[in-house]
């Protein structure tokens, strides 16, 4: 069983940026890739951005070359560092991990998830 608390959210203006961490309960570095979502009100909780435990990355179109991911296997934690913030970056944002060393994009992939973090982007 893999616990995550995501914290490092809040109030930023357009523009801004804010780093999101994911600490794990457990030893995730070669175990887990992990994965972030979000979820605006009214909308489906969507995928943003992975990492497999070797590190390789991937974003969504809407946050590539704005947010980067990252992670350090002896912290067992995991960082979303969100640049150029947007209005429509609003939303509550999640960390998920899976089994294995490669990650998916797909939600369903995912066995653990933390609780989530507000990020408002508002002026």
């Known amino acids: 069983q893999v616990q995550l608390v995501e914290s490092g959210g809040g109030l930023v203006q357009p523009g801004g940026s804010l780093r999101l961490s994911c600490a794990a309960s457990?030893?995730?570095?070669?175990?887990?890739?992990m994965g972030w979502f979000r979820q605006a009100p009214g909308k489906e909780r969507e995928w943003i951005s992975a990492?497999?435990?070797?590190?390789?990355?991937a974003f969504t179109s809407s946050v590539k070359g704005r947010f980067t991911i990252s992670r350090d296997n002896t912290k067992n934690t995991v960082y979303l560092q969100m640049n150029s913030l947007r209005p429509e970056d609003t939303a509550v944002y999640y960390c998920?991990?899976?089994?294995?060393?490669?990650?998916?994009?797909?939600?369903?992939?995912?066995?653990?998830w933390g609780q989530g973090t507000q990020v408002t982007v508002s002026s």
């Open positions: 990492i497999s435990w070797s590190g390789l990355t």
């Open positions: 998920a991990a899976r089994s294995g060393r490669f990650y998916s994009v797909n939600r369903a992939d995912y066995e653990y």
């Open positions: 457990a030893r995730t570095g070669s175990d887990y890739a």
